[in-house]
């Protein structure tokens, strides 16, 4: 069986620009033959919005909605448009998180209460409401991807609050998948990538140094590509994945697997 989406309908959360992991995914998603629907993080000035229509406009996304997760009107307002042009949902991306930079260098310990709420909101809680507002959606055998990072186990340095919210983020990946498979067998996994210079990574204080630590230790002696994140999460979305469900995937270049 080749990977095919053809007749899928997947929400992709979280494109900012064309260095985003989630716009990687989007094209995989694209090419494997996926109808895609798009949100994108509203802003006053609507910038946001016309850099994430200008880059989607080649994959036709047959959604195109405003989503700011610590809004939840917005959320619901995605999901009705889902039930409105769709009917239901055969895929949901997460591609969310934030961490105020100034909690992503230095001392952990000197995390703002406000930073470490927010970062936890976004980045980890959001997963739960639009898993919550997808589910009467769901088809049979749906499958919802998120994305986190080594962090989430391993104390990098400076990644601070943000691995405290991925370790949330991937405890919820299990608790949502025990919840969401037994009736129509719904999988929720999530990808741990490897670092990728993103508009997002860029608030990590020592990032380059992050990535250029991977391309020396990895076994693949690199670190890994936004389109290698974007089949992974094609395949998991895919019939191929029916018996995955509750894991994190690692594409890293192997990087995981060191000792150190």
């Excluded at 929400?11 to 090419?31: E, P």
């Excluded at 986190?148 to 983020?169: C, D, F, Q, S, W």
């Excluded at 002696?221 to 089949?231: A, K, L």
Aim: charged share 20%.
């Amino acid at each position: 069986m080749l990977l095919d989406l053809s007749g899928k309908k997947i929400l992709v959360t979280g494109i900012a620009n064309n260095r985003s992991i989630a716009w990687g995914i989007a094209q995989q998603l694209k090419a494997a033959g996926a109808d895609i629907g798009v949100t994108y993080l509203p802003d006053e000035k609507g910038r946001f919005e016309a850099k994430v229509r200008d880059l989607t406009k080649p994959l036709e996304p047959s959604l195109f909605e405003p989503l700011n997760v610590q809004d939840n009107s917005q959320i619901q307002n995605v999901f009705n448009a889902v039930s409105n042009q769709w009917g239901e949902l055969d895929g949901l991306v997460h591609c969310l998180a934030f961490a105020g930079k100034e909690d992503l260098i230095g001392d952990f310990s000197a995390t703002s209460a406000e930073g470490f709420s927010r970062a936890l909101e976004i980045s980890a809680y959001s997963l739960a409401p639009l898993c919550n507002h997808a589910k009467p959606l769901l088809s049979e055998g749906a499958g919802i991807v998120t994305l986190t990072y080594l962090g989430a186990e391993r104390a990098i340095p400076n990644y601070n609050v943000m691995g405290v919210a991925k370790a949330a983020l991937e405890a919820s990946v299990r608790y949502l998948s025990a919840e969401l498979g037994p009736e129509k067998q719904i999988r929720v996994n999530a990808i741990s990538a490897g670092p990728i210079r993103t508009l997002a990574s860029s608030a990590i204080g020592g990032i380059l140094d992050m990535i250029h630590n991977v391309e020396e230790k990895a076994p693949l002696r690199r670190t890994v590509t936004q389109i290698e994140v974007g089949n992974t999460a094609a395949f998991l979305l895919s019939d191929l994945a029916s018996g995955i469900s509750g894991q994190t995937i690692y594409v890293d270049a192997g990087y995981c697997i060191n000792g150190m």
